[in-house]
Structure formats: C-alpha cells, structure tokens
T-cell receptor, first 114, second 111 residues
Framework: GAGVSQSPSNKVTEKGKDVELRCDPI?????LYWYRQSLGQGLEFLIY????????KSGLPSDRFSAERTGGSVSTLTIQRTQQEDSAVYLC????????????FGSGTRLTVV | GENVEQHPSTLSVQEGDSAVIKCTYS??????FPWYKQELGKGPQLIID?????GEKKDQRIAVTLNKTAKHFSLHITETQPEDSAVYFC??????????FGQGTELSVKP
C-alpha cells in the first residue's frame, strides 16, 4: 500500500480483556517495528521484526505482550489481560531493510483500557 | 543503556524567528540520527536525517548538525511559520534495528 496502515484506529476495552492490534507495512519493507507512546511522552520501543523473525523483543514490558508477523508482511500485537497502564497509542513503523533509515510510521492505534 | 536526551521540552517562538532543538545520545555506536515531526492525532513523519559520516545537512529551512565527539546533534528551523507548530522528536540508532527516541519538544510558532 501507499503507507503503513494500522487498525483499529481507536480501541476501548475493559480491564482484563485481550486485544489485538494490526499493522500492515509498506509493501516490500522487510523490517517492522512496534512502539508505544503514552500521553505526552516519547516513543518507547517494543519489538522489531526482520522478515518473520524478531531479533529484538527487548522492549516488551511483560509476558502479557506478544507479537507475530506472518508472510513477511502483516503483524499483530496482542495484549492479554489488559491493565489501565496499557492505555497508550501503539505505533507501527516499517523500513526497507532494517538498516537504519527510511522508517515510515502509521497513524497508530489509540488503546484505552477502562 | 541506550538513552537520548532532548531539550527543551517546550519552545515558543515568534513567526519568522529561528528554533533550535538539541539532543545528546549515550551509545557511541549510534550512526543514524533522524528527526520526526508529529502533529496531533498522527504518526511521526521524518523531516530530516543525518548519518555519522556527515557533520551537517540542510533541506530548505531545516538543518541538522552532528558532533560525534560530544555525542550531540541539533535541529535548526529558520524563518519559522505557524504550520511548523508540532511536537518534534530526535532519535538515534546503530544503523539497524530500533530507534531510540528523545522525549520530544513541543514547538509553538506564534503569528
């Protein structure tokens, strides 16, 4: 596609429920990244995919968070048993080869846990 | 660990003035330094980047300088316009994998 697409754009969920966030990267981009942005804060790295493998998962805050990528394309970020502190904007970015350049961000999914 | 500090957190200028935002990084292996502009409700957009083999790069009203020895890099916006108002983020990476972001600078350009 023309850009990085994320869905849903907004998600409100009850505490304790599981949520899935989706990212469709730019076609042909082999690297994909997930970041979290809390209100008024910077971007916190979560996980990086090169193809379907994740060489860096160091930013996932707990074992309630997981992500996968299939076919070297779409990625889903899953948060289990959501907590109020999970409320944030979750941003996805992709880049051509993961060599430090040309990162393009999606518009994000705003997650609110009530 | 890897860290990027960004200052100031807020910056207010008059239209036509210059704005400067500064960042320092901790990882001496960092070699790629992009700057992003984020408008309300949107994802960050790349506005300019610089690699460690270059000391300065300019694109119209925007310039970035890099001092590898001091591990500093700065964004300079000249002749600011109201549409420059946004949150600006600096970032650093080793040239593969994740970007480490600064905390952001909210720039307000007053007409």
């Amino acid at each position: 596609g023309a850009g990085v697409s994320q869905s849903p754009s907004n998600k409100v969920t009850e505490k304790g429920k599981d949520v899935e966030l989706r990212c469709d990267p730019i076609s042909g981009h082999t690297a994909l990244y997930w970041y979290r942005q809390s209100l008024g804060q910077g971007l916190e790295f979560l996980i990086y995919f090169q193809g379907n493998s994740a060489p860096d998962k160091s930013g996932l805050p707990s074992d309630r968070f997981s992500a996968e990528r299939t076919g070297g394309s779409v990625s889903t970020l899953t948060i289990q048993r959501t907590q109020q502190e999970d409320s944030a904007v979750y941003l996805c970015a992709s880049s051509p080869q993961g060599q430090g350049g040309d990162y393009t961000f999606g518009s994000g999914t705003r997650l609110t846990v009530v | 660990g890897e860290n990027v500090e960004q200052h100031p957190s807020t910056l207010s200028v008059q239209e036509g003035d210059s704005a400067v935002i500064k960042c320092t990084y901790s990882d001496s292996a960092s070699n790629y330094f992009p700057w992003y502009k984020q408008e309300l409700g949107k994802g960050p957009q790349l506005i300019i980047d610089i690699r460690s083999n270059v000391g300065e790069k300019k694109d119209q009203r925007i310039a970035v300088t890099l001092n590898k020895t001091a591990k500093h890099f700065s964004l300079h916006i000249t002749e600011t316009q109201p549409e420059d108002s946004a949150v600006y983020f600096c970032a650093a990476s080793r040239g593969g994998g994740k970007l480490i972001f600064g905390q952001g600078t909210e720039l307000s350009v007053k007409p």
